[in-house]
């Protein structure tokens, strides 16, 4: 799998409208504020120009983070430091659902993809070494006149201690209705057919070719290049990579 590969390429090969730097301090200052008030770690994403700036509130000296006012100031889009505390498995459904909000909110009208955002809880390796409960939350920015994504904001809070099932969870929240956005509404739509999510779901259940044509009545050749795009849009190599990746993002 390359999750994180496939999302880097889809924020930073957008086409972004001239530079603004008053649209740029607002949202520094609207990171910085987070950081403050809810004690949170918080890093802004300038997609355009591959840089962030990382706010470190109280909850950065369990991770011996830095807690000055300041940004640090990063030259890429991706807070190395920060996933390097993540636990492995979290960190890539850290950088499913980004890749998921994103395909959601490309698909909306500009004015409503504000009402949205990424939510779920990972693990992260304390000074202690011990792993610590983390809500993690994305939003992005989009602009109004090309359209394009143009900052990426991540908020990382402490959470209560959840369950290995709680924290393998994601959902695109929609903030003005008060709940998660239903996975078919989202998902089916943005990333597999529902004829290409039907073969995916006969192949976990361990069915071959011949017979998934025979359920679906259409031929071997149609179920063959059902399953190549069904790899070629999961970025997987295997029909087993591709039944893991539909389970983290809840396919099934």
Same mark, same amino acid.
């Given at each position: ?12 090969t957008q086409s972004f409208p001239k530079e603004e730097m008053e649209e740029l301090e607002k949202y520094r200052q609207l990171a910085k504020g ?9 890093? &802004? ?18 991770? /011996? ?15 190395? /430091? $920060? ?8 960190? $890539?459904?850290?950088?499913? &659902?980004? &890749? ?8 909306? /009208? ?21 792993? #610590? ?10 602009? #109004? ?26 959902? $695109?929240?929609?903030?003005?209705a008060g709940e998660p956005v239903p996975i078919f509404q989202d998902q089916l739509s943005s990333i597999l057919s529902t004829r290409e999510w039907?073969?995916?779901?006969? $192949? ?25 795009? #069904? ?14 990746v539909a389970d983290r993002l809840h396919l099934f």
């Amino acid at each position: 799998m390359n999750v994180k590969h496939d999302l880097s390429e889809k924020l930073l090969t957008q086409s972004f409208p001239k530079e603004e730097m008053e649209e740029l301090e607002k949202y520094r200052q609207l990171a910085k504020g987070y950081a403050a008030v809810e004690h949170c770690i918080a890093v &802004l994403s300038d997609l355009k120009r591959d840089k962030s700036y990382v706010y470190h509130g109280a909850l950065a000296a369990c991770f /011996d983070f830095s807690t000055e006012a300041s940004a640090q100031e990063i030259d890429s889009i991706w807070e190395e /430091d $920060i996933f390097a505390c993540i636990h492995p498995d979290d960190l $890539i459904n850290k950088h499913l &659902l980004e &890749l998921r909000l994103f395909t959601f909110v490309k698909k909306l /009208d500009v004015t409503k993809r504000s009402q949205f955002y990424g939510s779920n809880v990972i693990r992260m390796q304390g000074r202690t070494g011990e792993y #610590i409960a983390i809500k993690h939350r994305i939003y992005y920015v989009s602009c #109004i006149v090309s359209g394009s994504l143009r900052y990426a904001l991540c908020l990382y809070n402490r959470a209560e201690q959840p369950s290995l099932n709680e924290v393998k969870k994601h959902a $695109i929240v929609d903030m003005l209705a008060g709940e998660p956005v239903p996975i078919f509404q989202d998902q089916l739509s943005s990333i597999l057919s529902t004829r290409e999510w039907e073969v995916l779901r006969l $192949i976990r259940d361990g069915q071959i070719s011949k017979e998934i044509a025979a359920r679906l009545s259409i031929s071997v050749n149609t179920v063959s290049r059902h399953r190549q795009n #069904i790899l070629e849009k999961l970025r997987v190599k295997n029909s087993s990579e591709a039944c893991s990746v539909a389970d983290r993002l809840h396919l099934f």
